[in-house]
């Protein structure tokens, strides 16, 4: 099974929120994770990003892979 941490989309019609998620690659954006590491609000007047870094290396260590969007707002 391929991992990836990706963003994960909630909120409403435009307002977003993101949570930061491992899931299998090959499912939709939204669809079922293996387990969620944290979040990142880009509508917040700074812009929030919380995430369990222990958890996110212990994923990357095991083999996942990052999308490019996680990978600049974690700054891995």
């Given at each position: ?9 909630m909120?409403r019609k ?5 949570r ?6 090959r499912?939709?954006r939204d ?7 944290g ?13 369990d870094?222990e ?6 260590s095991v083999?996942?892979k ?11």
């Open positions: 099974m391929a991992t990836v941490v990706r963003l994960t989309r909120g435009k307002k977003p929120f993101y930061i998620a491992v899931t299998d690659s499912k939709r669809g079922g994770w293996i387990e969620l590491i979040y990142y609000n880009p509508m917040a007047e700074q812009k929030i990003v919380q995430f870094e958890r996110l290396n212990y994923w990357l083999g996942a990052m999308s490019d969007r996680v990978k600049k707002i974690t700054g891995k």
